[in-house]
């Protein structure tokens, strides 16, 4: 069950860490070499400098080389997320070492011990011990046209300070910023790697590249072609296994989390398609992020709230392996009365009529 924890444990460090965000993505292969793009404003090629780690992220066309001493010393290059404009970002921050002691005692509690005042304290030693560094948000052009036309300037756009335009493509304005962080409370430890870090921080823009943006229908397949046999629960008690398919022609399954801005927002929709699904079709939902009681009561006042009471079932090993490559959440796909995949999964949240479209053009 160690995994579950330190599932639990990243979704801690999304939630506060990245505001809304809802990323459980791994990073892209580092050893392929970036792809030429159709890009402006960005050098594409050569590769990043020597000595410098490269990681690639397909989903939104950036390339990245960070010193390894940055990295020793606390920098960390976070998967690609979602602002609560459900604009993608990636961003780089720093976690000092009292933050990662803190982190190991949160991964040694045992699960029937983890409580909401743990998590909270946790929360607000993060909040201090770790900083964004870097912070790259992908605009759609007409949204970022239209903002620039009402007199803001990138750091409006964004949100943060020290912004500016890095490139366009893909229908996408890229927005770098380097904001300046208050170190108040950091411990003298932190302060000082933190600083080692910023030294870095130069190579890092400078290396910064444009590569291939690649859609999720050109990235591979997110899920085995078929849900495995399970053991879990509801979100009342009850034990929900895979035959929760067999009396449906089709299953739409809504990955969320109680960190997820997007996925709360969409839940009083999914609520109203519950009660108004066609024949033979249901709404499932399955939490990611809730580990013994911690977050439980915050999953059924969201769920109360949004008055979408379907069965929503709370992710276990299995489960949480099933759903390991999904690059973030709300992430929805469909499954059939014996348990397969059907069409392609919808990633981030949707209208409602886009997934009433999608459950009526999968039904048989």
């Avoid at 929360?123 to 007409?142: C, F, H, Q, W």
């Avoid at 489960?319 to 981030?348: H, N």
């Amino acid at each position: 069950m160690k995994k579950n924890r330190l599932f639990a444990c990243a979704c801690v460090l999304v939630a506060l860490a990245l505001v809304a965000g809802c990323s459980s993505a791994p990073p892209a292969d580092p050893t392929q070499a970036a792809q030429p793009s159709q890009a402006t404003g960005l050098t594409t090629s050569p590769p990043v400098s020597a000595g410098l780690v490269p990681t690639i992220y397909e989903d939104v066309g950036l390339t990245f080389g960070i010193p390894a001493q940055m990295m020793e010393a606390g920098a960390v290059l976070e998967s690609p997320n979602e602002n609560m404009e459900h604009y993608p970002i990636v961003d780089i921050f720093f976690y000092s070492p009292h933050m990662n002691q803190e982190i190991e005692k949160l991964l040694d509690i045992p699960n029937d011990e983890m409580t909401q005042e743990i998590v909270d304290a946790f929360y607000g030693i993060l909040a201090i011990e770790s900083k964004r560094m870097l912070n790259v948000t992908l605009v759609p052009e007409d949204a970022y046209e239209k903002a620039a036309g009402e007199g803001k300037a990138p750091q409006d756009i964004c949100g943060f300070d020290n912004a500016s335009e890095l490139g366009r493509q893909g229908g996408y304005v890229y927005i770098l910023a380097t904001p300046d962080a208050d170190l108040t409370g950091m411990t003298q430890e932190g302060q000082g790697l933190y600083a080692k870090c910023k030294e870095y921080l130069p190579d890092v823009v400078a290396n910064l590249r444009l590569s291939t943006l690649k859609r999720p229908e050109e990235r591979g397949t997110m899920f085995p072609e078929t849900i495995p046999a399970f053991s879990a629960q509801d979100l009342a008690g009850n034990t929900v296994t895979e035959e929760i398919f067999a009396d449906y022609q089709l299953t739409m399954v809504n990955i969320w989390g109680t960190f997820c801005g997007p996925c709360i927002d969409e839940m009083p929709d999914l609520g109203e398609l519950s009660r108004s699904m066609p024949e033979g079709a249901q709404i499932v939902g399955l939490i990611c992020d809730i580990q013994g009681d911690t977050n439980l009561q915050a999953a059924k006042n969201i769920v109360a709230k949004a008055n979408a009471e379907f069965t929503h079932i709370i992710a276990e090993e299995v489960l949480l392996d099933f759903i390991s490559g999904v690059t973030g959440v709300p992430t929805t796909f469909f499954v059939d009365g014996s348990g397969r995949i059907v069409g392609e999964p919808m990633v981030g949240s949707a209208r409602a009529e886009d997934y009433r479209a999608a459950i009526e053009g999968y039904l048989p």
